[in-house]
């Protein structure tokens, strides 16, 4: 039975009675004030975020996303609007990198987080921590966004596809240890073509932590030099189970891996990002196995009718010489022709044995040249940046072209209004409502009789035409 223990302070001892004295004359009453709290503009605002996170912790908003702004630190931040009322939103950095949907402007979505204080404003935001677009999956949508990036980047192009090897001798497989997706794969490689030699990257392939794996597997068996060709093999599933090689991540390990890699993800109907990027993309995991080996009895026989043909080339070339000798009746030339060929023919197997050498060295080394070369290209490709700076140029002639339109609304405007103006002011337009303008002989207006002496010359001017008159 469990024990309490129930501590309690000691009691002060009896102080000494104090003499007995008279009683000082009652003072008149007086209330007590109550004490001011005073608050401190810190805690008056911890106080308010705790009010505010006890009611208001993962809760689910809905609205329409505007002013989305991705600053330097990789914090992103929006504004949450609906018809009536709107909210400032932040998704901190490591929220962000999470996100399967990235936040646009205009988008409808449902966001989850909790509402906090921001004390340098005194105002309130809302933290989100995920975003659900509303009217389409999350996962769709994240799907085509990505698709649409990477296509823009090239990494979907056909001509940085590479061509798989014809005969690869070590195979690298990046799959689970478990299932019967490796089973499959191995016993169609070893029935087809026994004696590869393959190795197996025991990764996840679904669920945390599977896109650190798979990348960490193709990095080592892409970089590690043994490997001639990599292959990703996974069961089919629903979207959400193959999501790991939808991944960006993924994709950009499959793009940077140096030698070739086929994609062997799922059934035939399903399709991920890492089949876009990948240079050879098989329907199944066993279909893979049938399409990067041929069977080793078509070798073996392509071998043997080359060694046929050699030989029976081999045999006609000595029938002809073997004649030629013969009509010549020469012996001993004979003898010493056999004996020169011998010698001759151990030195072409010397030197044919050091040529194949040397090409093999040659080969290597133009072949890690070219890798070399491959990878500077690859790192100092100018068609990203120029994509870049052709759309810059696109939005700023667009711009250019609106601002100039307004400009011309502007001065087309000003020069109406001026028209307007010039047309009320115009004396002609009072003319033509029947009156005139009186001119004497120096061509000042008449405003008065007096201003017109008897027998003087004068000019009406009417709305279109004038006179001359007699002051009479």
């Given amino acids: 039975m469990e024990q309490f223990s129930l501590d309690f302070a000691p009691r002060p001892k009896a102080a000494a009675k104090p003499e007995k004295r008279e009683p000082d004359p009652p003072a008149p009453f007086q209330a007590k004030a109550p004490e001011r709290k005073i608050y401190t503009l810190r805690e008056l605002s911890d106080s308010l975020r705790a009010t505010i996170e006890h009611g208001f912790t993962n809760i689910l908003v809905s609205g329409e996303i505007s002013g989305t702004k991705l600053v330097p630190s990789g914090h992103c931040y929006f504004t949450l609007k609906d018809a009536e009322a709107q909210i400032k939103c932040v998704c901190w950095k490591l929220s962000y990198w999470r996100l399967k949907f990235k936040p646009r402007d205009g988008e409808q979505v449902i966001v989850r987080g909790r509402v906090d204080i921001y004390e340098q404003r005194s105002e309130y935001q809302f933290v989100v921590e995920t975003i659900e677009p509303r009217g389409q999956g999350a996962l769709q949508m994240a799907f085509d966004q990505l698709k649409q990036k990477l296509l823009a980047e090239g990494l979907f192009e056909a001509t940085r596809k590479r061509l798989l090897p014809k005969y690869p001798r070590r195979i690298g497989i990046v799959s689970s240890p478990q299932g019967a997706v490796i089973r499959d794969f191995i016993e169609i490689l070893s029935r087809r073509f026994p004696g590869l030699h393959i190795r197996l990257f ?30 990703l ?11 790991t090689f939808n991944e960006e991540t993924v994709a950009r390990a499959i793009a940077a891996c140096p030698v070739p890699v086929v994609s062997a993800i799922g059934h035939e109907t399903d399709v991920t990002i890492a089949d876009f990027v990948a240079d050879l993309r098989a329907p199944t995991p066993s279909a893979a196995a049938e399409m990067i080996v041929c069977t080793r009895q078509e070798l073996l026989d392509r071998v043997s009718g080359l060694r046929g043909r050699a030989g029976q080339l081999m045999k006609y070339r000595l029938a002809m010489l073997a004649r030629r000798l013969h009509e010549q009746a020469i012996g001993r030339a004979e003898s010493l022709l056999h004996r020169a060929l011998a010698r001759r023919t ?22 890690k040249a070219r ?21 810059r140029l696109t939005d700023l002639s667009v711009r250019l072209n609106a601002l100039a339109q307004a400009d011309l609304n502007r001065r087309r405007q000003r020069l109406e209004r001026a028209s307007a103006n010039l047309t009320q002011l115009n004396p002609r337009l009072v003319l033509s409502r029947g009156y005139a303008i009186v001119l004497d002989e120096r061509g000042a207006i008449v405003k008065e009789s007096a201003n017109a002496a008897a027998g003087s010359e004068v000019q009406i001017l009417f709305a279109t035409d004038g006179i001359r008159a007699k002051v009479l």
Wanted: net charge positive; proline share 4%; hydrophobic share 35%.
């Fill in 371 to 391: 890798r070399g070369l491959e990878d500077k290209l690859r790192f100092f490709d100018i068609r990203p940046r120029l994509r870049r700076d052709r759309e």
């Fill in 346 to 367: 151990q030195r072409v197997d010397d030197l044919a044995e050091r040529l194949r050498a040397d090409i093999r060295q040659q080969l290597a080394a133009r072949e």
């Fill in 202 to 231: 025991p990764a996840k392939v679904q669920g945390p932590g599977s896109i650190e794996e798979v990348c960490r597997g193709v990095e080592i068996l892409g970089s590690g030099g043994w490997a001639q060709l990599v292959v």
């Fill in 233 to 243: 093999a996974r069961g089919g599933g629903s979207l959400e189970d193959l999501w």
